[in-house]
């Protein structure tokens, strides 16, 4: 199961009696903090003052489409902080997702083909009243990942490892995730004040960012028609759990980012690269910057071929995985973690992602395929928090800046493929058998 399905289970789950349980699964450096589950959708986020001059409800009511599928196709055209029309798309999009997360919880698979099938139309109706995205799209030649002799000897790994995967994955297209924790937290976060220090150097000065909220008319007269404003679920929680941020909080400089990514060459784009980019385009903007690069992925995040995303095969894999991984999943899940982490702090965040880990693993999730995009949701949440409490502080201002923070052997943990490969494929020596005398026996 995927984030975008567990942020809106979490609305079914969260006062359940058992929810208590899930703290325990959260790493050590956020089990001190407390905050109940059903909190986490408590954010009550309030309009901005500017918003408080309000259309009156029947001008609204005259030119307002409530279409429960509108969400599917609407398009925002520009950046904007008020879009009453995108605000009442996407709570009338959650309700149809939540019926669908419920109908996945009865594992009703007949009313669930409907209820997909009902989007999609809502998608053909309108994909063309508002104009798509036609940047980033899939590449043409779809990805090998076939194990031959020369890709094998190509390998970062040592002979024995080569001797393994010659004797029982030629041929194949193997992959696996490993459980280790593919960065430090921490690390990042100096890695990202080093890019924000140089940048300043050159008169880019850091900014938190505006957030997006929902509009003043929503909480004046809409509340009793959509029941979910009354929860204090924010525009961005809803819109990050949806994976509809490129929809309705589009920043504009999404295809400048692509094309900036795709000029460069063949899984080069690091971590820092692209948080680098991204800064640069958004002048120092923090929360522009880390929407940005969330709606780039979020714009292909339910396609099927959406490891042929052209901007994806310029990027570097970052997370613990052999050969075939979610590297579009980890790189889309980090980017919304750290986004939401910059808003709502580290232990919301973390524990945004650890419960989605552990709901994913109980709805029968991806097996191993799952082990890295659990780390990246906790950690990247993380990282968000520890990113925000530094900017609030300015931290910035007197922060011992020093290059060996870009380095990717700074901030990413080491891979230990050798120790992994071995385990996944070297039999356990048999112990000798044990020969008892008869008299033992008795």
Not at 37 to 55: A, F, N, S, T
Not at 160 to 172: D, N, P, V, Y
Not at 245 to 259: D, G, N, Q
């Amino acid at each position: 199961m995927k984030f975008t399905q567990v942020l809106s289970l979490l609305l079914v789950l969260s006062s359940a009696a058992h929810a208590q349980d899930l703290f325990k699964y959260l790493p050590p450096e956020l089990q001190e903090e407390t905050l109940a589950p059903e909190e986490i959708l408590v954010e009550k986020k309030k309009p901005r003052v500017e918003e408080l001059d309000m259309e009156k409800f029947g001008d609204l009511e005259s030119w307002l489409n409530k279409d429960l599928y509108l969400a599917s196709g609407y398009q925002q055209q520009r950046y904007q902080l008020k879009d009453i029309q995108g605000d009442v798309a996407l709570v009338s999009f959650a309700r149809t997702n939540m019926k669908r997360i419920k109908l996945m919880i009865k594992k009703d698979h007949e009313a669930i083909r409907e209820l997909v099938a009902l989007q999609q139309d809502g998608f053909e109706r309108y994909k063309n009243v508002y104009q798509q995205w036609t940047f980033n799209q899939l590449d043409d030649q779809p990805l090998d990942f076939t194990l031959t002799e020369e890709r094998i000897a190509q390998l970062n790994v040592n002979d024995e490892s080569k001797a393994l995967l010659r004797e029982h994955a030629l041929g194949t297209e193997l992959g696996f995730e490993l459980k280790s924790k593919p960065f430090h937290a921490k690390n990042v976060v100096n890695m990202m004040m080093q890019v924000m220090v140089e940048e300043r150097e050159k008169g880019i000065e850091p900014k938190v960012g505006t957030e997006h909220v929902f509009s003043a008319e929503m909480y004046k007269y809409y509340k009793k028609e959509f029941p979910v404003l009354r929860t204090g679920m924010s525009k961005i929680f809803m819109a990050l759990g949806n994976g509809l941020t490129f929809r309705f909080m589009i920043t504009e400089k999404e295809e400048a980012l692509a094309h900036l990514i795709e000029a460069e060459p063949s899984e080069s784009v690091t971590l820092e690269k692209a948080f680098r980019l991204s800064y640069q385009l958004n002048e120092g903007d923090v929360y522009l910057t880390l929407l940005t690069l969330e709606n780039l992925f979020a714009y292909h995040w339910n396609n099927p071929q959406r490891d042929r995303v052209s901007v994806l095969q310029r990027l570097k894999p970052f997370t613990h995985y052999f050969n075939k991984g979610d590297k579009f999943g980890h790189w889309y899940h980090f980017w919304g973690m750290v986004l939401y982490g910059h808003l709502r702090g580290s232990f919301r965040a973390g524990l945004v992602g650890g419960i989605e880990e552990v709901l994913s693993r109980l709805a029968g999730g991806e097996a191993e395929q799952e082990n890295q995009e659990g780390k990246v949701n906790i950690y990247g949440g993380i990282a968000g928090g520890k990113l925000r409490k530094m900017l609030d502080k300015k931290s910035y201002l007197k922060f011992k800046a020093d290059p060996v923070y870009l380095q990717e052997s700074y901030y990413l943990e080491p891979m230990k493929l050798d120790e992994a490969i071995k385990k996944r494929f070297k039999a356990p020596k048999k112990q000798p058998k044990k020969h008892f005398h008869k008299s033992h026996l008795h």
